[in-house]
DNA sequence: AAGTTACTCAACCAAATGGTTGACAAAAGC
DNA sequence: GCTTTTGTCAACCATTTGGTTGAGTAACTT
C-alpha cells in the first residue's frame, strides 16, 4: 500500500498553494496563522490544505498551535520513483540510439547490404 | 505558467493507473489498445487517462493509432522542484544540527559556561 | 479560573475527476 | 471502395476537491 502513499504525495502536490506551502516550510517552520496570512483564502482552507499535506506525510506538528514542519523525507520517496523510470527511459533510448547508429552504418551502401545477406 | 504544468505533471501522477501507465512505457512504446489491456476498466477510460498524461506532457503521438511514447524530459522538471525544497531543508537541518551540537558543547558543563561568557 | 486567541469540525456548494455506455471518426485490410 | 478495427467524443453519474461560513474546542494569557 506504498501505491497509496505515492498517490496522496503526488496529489498533495498538485495544488500550488501547497506547493506554495512546501516551499515557504523548506526555508523556516511556521504555525498555520503564519502560514495562512499569505493567501486571501480562509483560514480554514489552508488548515485543510496542511491536513492534505499532514495525511500525505509531507508535513507534520507536535501540538495544534505547534509550528508545522516539512518532512523531507518523504521527498526521497517521489525521486525514488521517478528516478526508476527515468533512467529506464533513457536506457531505452541509448539502446535505440545505438540501433539507429547501427542501421546507419549498414544500410544505405551495396556493400553493406550484402553483409546482411551473407549472416 | 510553468506553475501550471508542474500542477498537472503532478496531477497526472496522482493516479495509481497513469503511474503504472508511465511505468510500462518506460519500458516500451505501445498503442492506446495493448496498453488498455491489463486494466479491467473501458478501453474510453484508459483513453481518457492518456489524455491526462498528454496534456501534462509526460506522453506523446505522432498519430491516432501510433504507439504511445513517454516524454521523459517532463521528469526534469518534477525533479528540479524537489531538490531544490529538498536540498533547502536538508541545509537547515545541517544548521540545526550545528546549532545543537554548540549548545551541547557548551551548557552542560560549568567550563564551557565560562569559556562562553569569556568570548 | 476566566477570557482570548488560534485552530478545527461540520455542513454546505460548485467544479473537477474517474468511471460508465453509445454514437461517431479515422486507419488498415480486403 | 467497403468493412472492420481502433480510438475518440458526448452525455451522463457518483465521488472527490477546494472553497465558503458558522459553531465548537484547545491552548496560551492574565
Not at 523548506?26 to 499535506?53: I, N
Not at 495544534?64 to 520517496?77: G, H, I, K, N
Request: hydrophobic content about 40%; cysteine-free.
Amino acid at each position: 500500500m506504498s501505491e497509496d502513499r505515492l498517490s496522496r504525495v503526488f496529489a498533495a502536490l498538485a495544488d500550488p498553494t501547497r506547493r506554495d506551502l512546501v516551499a515557504r516550510l523548506s526555508s523556516a517552520d511556521a504555525t498555520v496563522g503564519e502560514l495562512a496570512a499569505p493567501y486571501d483564502v480562509s483560514l480554514q482552507a489552508v488548515s485543510k490544505h496542511l491536513k492534505v499535506l499532514e495525511d500525505a506525510g509531507l508535513v507534520s506538528r507536535e501540538s495544534r498551535r505547534a509550528p508545522v514542519r516539512l518532512e523531507a523525507e518523504v521527498f526521497d520517496l517521489m525521486t525514488k520513483w521517478i528516478d526508476r523510470y527515468q533512467q529506464q527511459a533513457e536506457e531505452r533510448y541509448r539502446r535505440l540510439d545505438a540501433l539507429l547508429d547501427e542501421m546507419q552504418d549498414s544500410t544505405p551502401t551495396r556493400e553493406s547490404s550484402r553483409e546482411q545477406d551473407a549472416s
